[in-house]
């Protein structure tokens, strides 16, 4: 398996546009979750899907984020307008949630910068 | 009410000697406890996990956990640092409430190793 995949691994934008980061999960895992990692507030929980259904968004910042979930193997966080406060690394992480070990699984991460 | 408390922000230690980095957890039900390590600039990759079987917990480049239920406690050992072990360690606490997984992550703990 080839794990979670993100893309794009990077991303430069500037303020005001539109950024879409996309997710991959590993097949066969049923829940989903996107962090935001930055220096000053560490790792934070976004967004988190089970069965393709948001569960618990009450992490996503304000109305400028939102995600999508359309099928099991296909996830994006988007960003409109993106703001220099965006900038982050962003992790998608899914995981099969409903068996004894449902430890999660972490992508490469997107370095999102927004000038 | 969940909660992870990494007791050390940074440590430090010389190659060759043993390393401990501390966690306490509160959980209102039997949690699963995990231990993630992230490299610089890299995703967070699962070192070991504890999900109520033996309270020993071995895990990958020879890291270890003891569970400890007394003193609600899961650090994380290992007898002789290497190098390649700086990196930044996050204890994780999840468990499951009213159908949903919660998954509750430590501050973190940067690992130096002196050479």
């Known amino acids: 398996d080839a794990g979670v995949i993100q893309s794009p691994r990077h991303e430069v934008t500037e303020m005001g546009q539109e950024v879409t980061l996309r997710c991959k999960p590993i097949?066969?895992?049923?829940?989903l979750f996107w962090y935001r990692q930055t220096m000053m507030r560490g790792l934070e929980l976004l967004i988190y899907f089970n069965n393709n259904v948001p569960i618990d968004d009450s992490g996503m910042p304000e109305d400028r984020f939102s995600a999508k979930m359309p099928n099991a193997s296909f996830s994006t966080l988007k960003i409109q307008p993106s703001e220099p406060r965006d900038s982050a690394v962003y992790f998608c992480?899914?995981?099969?949630?409903?068996?004894?070990?449902?430890?999660?699984?972490f992508g490469p991460g997107t370095r999102l910068t927004v000038l | 009410a969940q909660s992870v408390t990494q007791l050390d922000s940074h440590v430090s230690v010389s190659e060759g000697t043993p390393v401990l980095l501390r966690c306490n957890y509160s959980?209102?039900?039997?949690?699963?406890l995990f231990w993630y390590v992230q490299h610089p600039n890299k995703g967070l990759q699962l070192l070991l996990k504890?999900?109520?079987?033996?309270?020993l917990v071995k895990g990958i480049n020879g890291f270890e956990a003891e569970f400890k239920k007394s003193e609600t406690s899961f650090h994380l050992t290992k007898p002789s640092a290497h190098m390649s072990d700086a990196a930044e360690y996050f204890c994780?606490?999840?468990?499951?409430?009213?159908?949903?997984?919660?998954?509750?992550f430590g501050t973190g703990t940067r690992l130096k190793v002196l050479a």
């Open positions: 097949s066969g895992h049923n829940s």
């Open positions: 994780v606490v999840s468990e499951i409430n009213s159908g949903t997984y919660k998954y509750i």
């Open positions: 992480a899914s995981s099969w949630a409903g068996g004894t070990y449902n430890e999660q699984f």
């Open positions: 959980s209102s039900y039997s949690p699963s």
């Open positions: 504890y999900t109520s079987a033996a309270t």
